[in-house]
């Protein structure tokens, strides 16, 4: 099936950390990969995506690039602010299906 | 540019009541998706909509959940009746078409949180 396993969190880091995400999904079909960030109160938005293998992807600093070869898709930031406090979510494209399945979600804290 | 418009925000209703969630998508966006997302996970697919036709409505439990998009913009959701375990947080979201190709990206809503008690 078109599933993503994500790194459980909760993960918390201090301000200027270096911070990965882990991210595998299952190797059927030619998936668009993606990373959704979902602050408090508020709904999921895009911040990054790849449509195929070797992409990178990047925004607001964070990064991923698409691995064929291991089937991941791992997010990593340099230097994380409080202000990338929130949830994130790995998810890929289902070809057939035409929708988005997501990971379970890894809440980050970034403490002061 | 609107993004996807949710209502309500929260609402909170007694078990076997029915409750209804309506979504605005973007406007152009021929695809409109309904998630649920329960605490701590991930959303997951309700019913996936290609203009006014559901096109994959595999996990929505029809025994007490409907949904309707007219006219193939706006849609609603509805349950009823709601049970405790309905509790969680629905989201809209909406893209130009099918996501496969060089269309690959899905705009969300802020979502409704319900709560049954």
């Known amino acids: 099936g078109n599933s993503v396993t994500q790194m459980e969190g909760p993960v918390t880091l201090s301000e200027e950390a270096f911070l990965t995400i882990n991210c595998t999904y299952t190797?059927?079909?030619?998936?668009?990969l993606f990373w959704y960030v979902q602050y408090p109160g508020e709904g999921l938005q895009l911040l990054l995506k790849?449509?195929?293998?070797?992409d990178k992807g990047s925004n607001k600093g964070f990064e991923a690039t698409y691995r064929k070869e291991t089937t991941s898709f791992h997010l990593e930031k340099g230097s994380v602010q409080v202000s990338d406090s929130a949830v994130y979510f790995c998810a890929r494209t289902s070809g057939s299906a035409r929708q988005l399945t997501f990971g379970s979600g890894t809440q980050l804290t970034v403490l002061p | 540019e609107a993004g996807v418009v949710q209502s309500p925000r929260y609402k909170i209703i007694e078990k076997k009541q029915p409750v209804a969630f309506w979504c605005n998508p973007i406007s152009g966006h021929n695809t409109l998706y309904w998630y649920r997302q329960n605490l701590g996970q991930g959303p997951e697919l309700l019913i996936r909509?290609?203009?006014?036709?559901?096109?994959?409505d595999s996990q929505l439990p029809k025994d007490r959940f409907s949904a309707e998009r007219l006219k193939g913009v706006d849609s609603t959701l509805k349950i009823q009746p709601a049970e405790l375990g309905d509790s969680a947080v629905y989201l809209c979201a909406s893209s130009l078409g099918p996501l496969t190709g060089a269309n690959t990206e899905a705009f969300f809503g802020q979502g409704t949180r319900l709560t049954v008690v």
């Open positions: 190797a059927t079909g030619y998936p668009s």
């Open positions: 909509y290609e203009n006014e036709e559901a096109v994959d």
């Open positions: 790849a449509t195929k293998a070797d």
